[in-house]
């Protein structure tokens, strides 16, 4: 690294080279015997000192050159009366090994330059001030090409999904789309980008599900319910791990930058003489975004307990939401009823010491097993995914050692859906899902225990949507062909709204 400090006055008569001789192992600290930094070259102009810094990977420049200030703040300050004003980079090259190879080239930013030979990445930053050195930007530059590179050999689910569970294979009613004879039937209607508006009869199926899963589900596990914010702030995505990655998928809100009605006459106005909404008119009338509508719906409960220390007779912590909607941009993945933007669901969240956690999931995954193949009927199964910030974790296969199982992670609960093709070469639909997120929030949020030991947190979202899919497209949409436990929770047959 060449690096300029900036002192309060020129350096007159300073003997550099003999002043840095004294800095003994100031720069091996930490690391193992003539490992730490050197540096290679040193000069003065007027009030500005140059330094060549290189190093390995115990001490880095940019810490390197914090030692340095300190140490010549010490000794110029009290002799000479000089203190160091500021700190620069002019030019910072950084190479080191990598894991794996990359499999394409790719950039970053701050980067001038960025080349790869083999494993071996060598980045070039010019200009860098003090506080992107002092902030360890570098470091996190350094962990973010590990991580891409990691992304690229990461394939998607399929590459760690191991079945655990599966129904028997069933006869079902059709194999027709549900949404496609929904529509025709004028039980749900196609509103907006991936959102739809459910009539009387498929909003009955929807409040069936969900009053089976209160009463088999979340009373008999003693689950408390709460209402959690849909409006998610960045605060809330920094601290729960999404802002690293969630920028194409989310609906993002903006606050108006007032509610003066001068300040949004023209808009009005425009919209009274031309009917339509001036959009290039307000977009330069609200602020940037303050977060998104939320996304994963778990995330908005963790203020809760933010910076809290949870008394043992608290524990396992069990809560849920169904106060609202989700939205999260599915971009050119949107299909039927099972793949939408805005989607409904029921968020079981649950925190506790480690053995508390992975007890609740056990119990809710017996939950569901009664539910699909008691009362719905359906066939599925389960499979052990690993989501990407797990794998990237290194979390990939991790199990209970007790119970011979898998531990942290997610299990999927799959569907067939006949209409898709054969079981064999078609796509099933992820319908389902109970996680076991370890630490991963709780950490994030500095949640701890009474006992002083780590605890761990779950979560289950009940998309009511993807129930309504799965169920349609095996048992159709005739009463008759319905599971006889369902059509008893059903009740009556809501009255229709026909039109002339």
């Not at 690294?1 to 002192?7: A, K, P, R, V, W």
């Not at 290189?54 to 203190?83: C, Y």
């Not at 690993?386 to 531990?407: C, N, R, S, V, Y």
Request: charged share 30%; net charge neutral.
């Amino acid at each position: 690294m060449d690096c300029q400090l900036t002192m309060s006055k020129e350096m007159k008569g300073i003997d550099l080279k003999a002043l840095l001789e004294k800095t003994g192992d100031l720069l091996d600290k930490g690391a193992p015997s003539c490992a730490g930094a050197k540096i290679e070259k040193q000069s003065i102009s007027g009030d500005k000192i140059f330094l060549t810094i290189t190093s390995g990977r115990f001490v880095r420049p940019h810490d390197a050159v914090f030692r340095l200030k300190n140490f010549l703040s010490q000794h110029l300050g009290k002799e000479q009366h000089i203190g160091v004003r500021g700190i620069k980079a002019l030019k910072y090259v950084v190479e080191y090994e990598l894991d794996k190879e990359p499999k394409k080239t790719f950039t970053i930013p701050f980067v001038k330059e960025m080349t790869f030979s083999g494993k071996t990445c060598r980045m070039v930053l010019e200009n860098l001030d003090e506080e992107f050195l002092q902030n360890n930007y570098v470091d996190r530059m350094i962990t973010l090409v590990t991580d891409k590179v990691e992304a690229q050999h990461y394939e998607g689910k399929a590459e760690h999904w191991e079945l655990m569970w599966a129904s028997p294979e069933k006869k079902h009613a059709w194999n027709k789309d549900p949404t496609v004879e929904m529509e025709k039937k004028n039980w749900i209607m196609h509103r907006g980008r991936g959102q739809w508006i459910y009539g009387p009869m498929a909003t009955r199926i929807v409040k069936t599900f969900e009053s089976i899963v209160m009463e088999e589900l979340v009373k008999p596990l003693g689950f408390s319910e709460m209402i959690f914010p849909k409006a998610e702030t960045w605060d809330i995505w920094k601290k729960s791990g999404h802002a690293k990655s969630i920028y194409g998928e989310i609906y993002y809100l903006c606050q108006p930058k007032t509610r003066d009605k001068e300040y949004w006459e023209d808009v009005i106005d425009t919209y009274k003489i031309t009917g339509e909404v001036p959009l290039h008119l307000i977009k330069d009338k609200i602020k940037e975004p303050i977060g998104g509508i939320t996304y994963a719906q778990c995330p908005a409960f963790w203020p809760f307990l933010d910076g809290k220390t949870l008394a043992d007779e608290s524990l396992p912590v069990k809560v849920f939401d169904r106060s609202g909607t989700s939205m999260r941009y599915e971009s050119g993945g949107i299909h039927g009823i099972e793949r939408v933007d805005e989607f409904h669901r029921i968020e079981v969240v649950w925190t506790g010491y480690p053995e508390q956690v992975r007890d609740v999931r056990k119990k809710i995954i017996e939950c569901y097993k009664h539910i699909f193949n008691d009362i719905l009927d359906l066939e599925w199964r389960m499979a052990w995914v690993t989501p990407w910030f797990m794998a990237q974790e290194g979390l990939i296969g991790l199990k209970d050692k007790d119970e011979k199982i898998h531990d942290v992670g997610t299990i999927d609960f799959e569907s067939y859906l006949p209409y898709r093709g054969t079981r064999k070469e078609s796509e099933w639909l992820e319908f389902q899902n109970a996680s076991n997120n370890g630490d991963k929030y709780t950490k994030g949020f500095n949640v701890k225990s009474q006992k002083g030991t780590d605890l761990w947190s779950g979560c289950t979202g009940i998309g009511m949507e993807r129930w309504l899919a799965t169920f349609t497209a095996q048992k159709g949409l005739d009463m008759e062909n319905w599971p006889k436990e369902f059509r008893k929770r059903f009740g009556e047959v809501p009255q229709g709204i026909k039109s002339l």
